[in-house]
């Protein structure tokens, strides 16, 4: 039988091994990134959902790497 600390102690393991997380990044800290205010965001999530987003509950959260894809994706070339 494995005990509760040996269990924690894989779990965490696993955990730590096996699971990538995303970054996620509040509302506040995007429209900073992005230089736009933190309303155009809200209208860009109901009306254009050009920038995915993580729903936690009531929360909004962005990925980091969804903020730089959507960055890397509007990059204009020098004409």
Avoid at 4 to 25: F, G, H, M, P
Avoid at 43 to 53: G, L, M, N, T
Avoid at 55 to 78: C, E
Wanted: glycine share 4%; charged share 25%; aromatic share 6%.
């Amino acid at each position: 039988m494995v005990s509760a600390a040996e269990n924690a102690v894989t779990t965490k393991t696993i955990t730590q091994d096996r699971v990538s997380v995303a970054r996620l990044i509040n509302q506040e800290i995007a429209a900073t990134i992005l230089g736009v205010s933190p309303k155009w965001l809200e209208r860009d999530r109901w009306a254009e959902r050009r920038i995915p987003y993580v729903k936690i509950g009531r929360l909004v959260r962005y990925r980091a790497s969804d903020i730089a894809a959507y960055i890397d994706a509007n990059t204009q070339g020098a004409a």
